[in-house]
């Protein structure tokens, strides 16, 4: 294949682990003809974006531009381009390209394909360079990876459906949460607002797991029917054996067994946040009642396109805070100290 020819836009990016992001220009390419050509207009800051900017994963070549929840229009199409059209507002996700013929694509599960191409991060496919993100004026994806945003959605608060949305609707779908089951979300993060939504959504009888009290009213509001205090013992006991099933949403080191403990027999817990070091597990609360533990990564193109879809009809967004991109090493900082509520955007057309 030769490579295409490339054009320069506009974006953020860092150029050392220790440097903060600040304005440069970046090569995309020029539409092929499966290509779709995006004005971005919103991209959601996630906190795997400030993750890789700061190489806390190892693998981030620099300089490097972040940005996996994009929201954009149109601007132009390659000839052989059949969904989209100039003008739709469409998204962009953790994923732009994938092998397209291991069990797992033709299963759409790209997600979990070895060859995926992740938005910023890895290696794209036609210019032989790192992939770069959203945090950019436009961007260039094929179109199997270009998603329909419903036309009654807030466009910026839907650009963290991308990657916080999916992340936790998918498991919720795969494990069947609905009416009649209870199931406890842990974290009033990015992503725990949004399990706390879809969970409500879809039927369950939703509790919401904090360590801090002053989240409890927030919960309530986005849709929590009941909040426990995770350092509470006592409000933990009474909860023991009660539950369907628990979506982790945090980041950090937790004590699994007590989860465990709160599950029925054959109940699920599954992890959806990351945190580095590894977490002890005790065998007798999986054994006594077969109790599962899962992990769960994102979703794939046709689970992505079936949870905004879902979105539309509900009229579920997210709870966002706009920013200007030159404000973004300001909102890292803030995420740091979980002072978002609960996702921040940037609006980018302040990218001048
Ligand atoms: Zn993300
Ligand atoms: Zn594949």
């Known amino acids: 294949m030769s490579k295409p020819i490339a054009y320069s836009v506009k974006a953020y990016s860092a150029g050392s682990a220790k440097s903060p992001l600040s304005a440069t220009a970046i090569s995309r390419r020029q539409p092929t ?3 779709v050509q995006i004005e971005i207009r919103y991209c959601g800051v996630c906190h795997s974006d400030l993750h890789f900017v700061r ?10 531009v972040p940005g996996h929840e994009i929201i954009g229009r ?7 381009v059949k969904r989209f059209k100039v003008g739709d507002t469409v998204g962009v996700g953790c994923l732009v390209d994938s092998c397209r013929t291991c069990p797992d694509c033709r299963s759409g599960l790209e997600q979990f394909c070895a060859s995926m191409v992740m938005t910023y991060g890895s290696m794209d496919k036609h210019l032989g360079t790192p992939t770069l993100g959203g945090y ?7 179109e199997d990876f270009v998603l329909r945003i419903p036309a009654n959605l807030n466009a910026a608060a839907a650009a963290p459906l991308l990657c916080a949305g999916i992340t936790t609707y998918s498991p919720l779908r795969r494990w069947k949460v609905g009416p009649g089951q209870k199931v406890g979300i842990v974290g009033l993060g990015g992503l725990g607002h949004m399990g706390v939504k879809f969970a409500r959504a879809f039927g369950a009888h939703v509790v919401l797991f904090t360590t801090s009290p002053g989240k409890a009213d927030d919960a309530r509001r986005l849709g929590a029917h009941e909040v426990v205090l995770s350092k509470d013992e006592a409000q933990m006991a009474a909860q023991a054996g009660s539950f369907d099933f628990i979506l982790d949403t945090v980041s950090a080191v937790l004590d699994l067994n007590a989860y465990l403990n709160l599950l029925k027999r054959d109940g699920n817990l599954v992890l959806v946040g990351a945190p580095e070091k590894p977490m002890a597990v005790a065998a007798f609360p999986l054994i006594m009642r077969r109790r ?5 990564l994102i979703g794939g193109l046709p689970e992505t396109q079936e949870m905004l879809d879902f979105c539309g009809q509900h009229n579920i967004t997210c709870d966002i805070e706009m920013i200007r991109m030159d404000q973004i090493n300001e909102a890292y900082e803030r995420m740091l100290k979980s002072d978002v509520k609960y996702r921040f955007v940037i609006d980018m057309t302040s990218l001048k």
């Not at 190489?55 to 490097?64: D, H, K, R």
């Not at 950019?136 to 094929?142: C, E, F, N």
């Not at 599962?292 to 769960?296: E, I, Q």
Request: proline share 3%; glycine share 12%.
């Open 33 to 35: 003809e499966s290509d």
């Open 55 to 64: 190489n806390e994963w190892g693998f981030t070549q620099y300089p490097a």
């Open 74 to 80: 149109v601007t132009a199409i390659g000839s052989a």
């Open 136 to 142: 950019s004026q436009g961007i260039v994806v094929t």
């Open 292 to 296: 599962s533990l899962s992990g769960s």
